[in-house]
């Protein structure tokens, strides 16, 4: 089983809401990642977690937090956002950042549009 | 750092044709790994082919096989017998393996992708 599963699908906001997406995979993977993808565009990393921590933020804005309370499940909590964050959020799991092949496996994403 | 480059936006097949899509890249690296996602309309990701750097044998999964040219920094992806259900946007995308100090291993670094359409 290769199933990385992202909730919800679809979510509309406002720019003075809170919301939160979330992230699960049961592979036994170690790293998880949250991506963020633009129409027609390539994924750009947003953060990594490895063994639950988080190693890698690539500069977001701090309106995106990453919480990671399990080694099963990545959420991203979201605030303040702005139109331009609407887009896809895709999360993707590999089994370590480590010395090996490591695939990243992705979820579905969630489609973003922020009012 | 490393570049990927897809110099096709779009390309089209015929139904049961044999396509190639283009992807060269950019490293100063010798060990690293190469691959070819697939995102449908349905959005998620899926994982076509791989190919690791020390391999000098080209990849093959069914109807999706590539052609590495390391020297030339080449990593072409040919879809044989093309079905409706291979019209997506395909990714090129390049990972350092750890033997390569420096760098970020855990990164993947994708090109601009390739919309294939699949005709009837």
């Known amino acids: 089983d290769t199933e990385v599963t992202q909730t919800p699908k679809h979510l509309v906001m406002g720019m003075t809401n809170k919301k939160s997406l979330k992230c699960e995979q049961h592979?036994?993977?170690?790293?998880m990642y949250w991506y963020k993808q633009k129409a027609k565009k390539p994924p750009e990393l947003m953060f990594v977690?490895?063994?639950?921590?988080?190693?890698i933020n690539e500069s977001v804005p701090s309106r995106f937090s990453p919480e990671c309370p399990n080694s099963s499940l990545l959420n991203l909590h979201l605030h303040a956002l702005q139109p331009e964050d609407s887009a896809l959020y895709l999360c993707?799991?590999?089994?370590?950042?480590?010395?090996?092949?490591?695939?990243?496996?992705f979820g579905a994403g969630t489609r973003l549009s922020v009012l | 750092a490393q570049t990927v480059t897809q110099s096709q936006p779009e390309m089209s097949v015929q139904e049961a044709e044999t396509v190639t899509l283009s992807c060269t890249y950019d490293?100063?690296?010798?060990?690293?790994?190469l691959f070819w996602y697939k995102q449908p309309p349905s959005r998620q990701m899926i994982l076509v082919i791989r190919?690791?750097?020390?391999?000098?044998q080209n990849a093959t999964e069914n109807r999706f096989s590539v052609n590495f040219q390391k020297a030339a920094k080449s990593f072409s992806l040919k879809i044989s017998d093309s079905q409706l259900g291979d019209a997506a946007m395909y990714f090129c995308?390049?990972?350092?393996?750890?033997?390569?100090?420096?760098?970020?291993?855990?990164?993947?670094?994708f090109g601009k992708g390739t919309l294939l359409t699949v005709n009837p």
């Open positions: 490293t100063s690296e010798s060990d690293y790994y």
């Open positions: 993707a799991s590999s089994q370590t950042t480590g010395p090996v092949l490591n695939i990243q496996y």
């Open positions: 190919q690791e750097a020390y391999k000098q």
């Open positions: 592979m036994g993977h170690r790293a």
């Open positions: 977690y490895s063994y639950e921590k988080l190693s």
């Open positions: 995308a390049y990972r350092s393996a750890p033997r390569d100090r420096g760098g970020s291993n855990y990164k993947l670094t």
